[in-house]
């Protein structure tokens, strides 16, 4: 089983997690996050600022950085990381991941907008009942599933580079995949019947793999990382 909240750093800019990710994803020193700071706007200014003032003078770093996994392709979770509180047998679940999305706009660059698709697995609101290796795998699946989606959103919003769109497009264009997003999520739940139907766990767990490779371009490593190093 899946939770979901998906969360749009672009409107809630007082949650600290903005700049940890971005920390996180590009290996942005301080400094270097400084000059990011120079090139966005002022009201961008003011908040990264803030932010930072927040981070290093108490500890939220460290805070954050224990209580989320974002989706890498060299890490699974495992049970160790489901550290919510304990699911009980009357609330009918044996496990509960709790899934997020961030979409966090960046600063104008060469006469386009620019966004972070980043997948996140919450360890503090994720729960367990129920410990066994075919649950956890399919838990895994859910995650991978929301890196597909996101690494469809990176691929459209590279597209729309080509068209100048407003930034109201692209925020309607993510809106529209976390529909989606949320009918799969569902379907896979429905149709393995949460892992127990064994025929039907391994033929979603073919058809993610094939996707994940499909769209492999897109992922935070090729996509983020390698432009970076380019």
């Known amino acids: 089983m899946h939770c979901w909240e998906e969360r749009n750093i672009g409107i ?71 550290l919510g509180k304990r699911l009980i047998s009357k609330d009918n679940v044996a496990a509960k991941s709790f899934l997020e999305l961030y979409y966090i706009p960046g ?31 399919h838990e895994q699946i859910h995650f991978d599933i929301l890196e597909i989606f996101s690494r469809k959103i990176r691929k459209q919003f590279e597209i729309l580079k080509n068209f100048n769109e407003s930034e109201y497009t692209h925020y309607k264009i993510f809106n529209n995949y976390l529909d989606s997003l949320k009918n799969y999520q569902e379907r896979y739940d429905l149709d393995t019947d949460h892992s127990l139907v064994e025929k039907k766990q391994e033929f979603w767990k073919k058809i993610v793999a094939i996707k994940l490779k499909e769209l492999d371009s897109y992922s935070v490593e090729n996509f983020y990382y390698a432009k970076k190093e380019n």
């Open 107 to 137: 600063y104008h660059k060469n006469g386009y907008y620019s966004y972070t698709i980043i997948p996140v697995f919450n360890k503090y609101k994720s729960s367990v009942l129920d410990r066994n290796i075919k649950l956890l795998e």
């Open 12 to 82: 809630e800019f007082e949650d600290n997690l903005t700049i940890f990710l971005i920390l996180r994803i590009f290996n942005i020193s301080f400094f270097n996050a400084m000059k990011i700071i120079n090139h966005s706007s002022f009201k961008w200014k003011k908040i990264i600022i803030i932010i930072f003032i927040l981070f290093y003078n108490n500890g939220v770093l460290s805070q954050n950085l224990d209580s989320i996994i974002i989706w890498t392709k060299n890490y699974k979770i495992s049970w160790n990381d489901f």
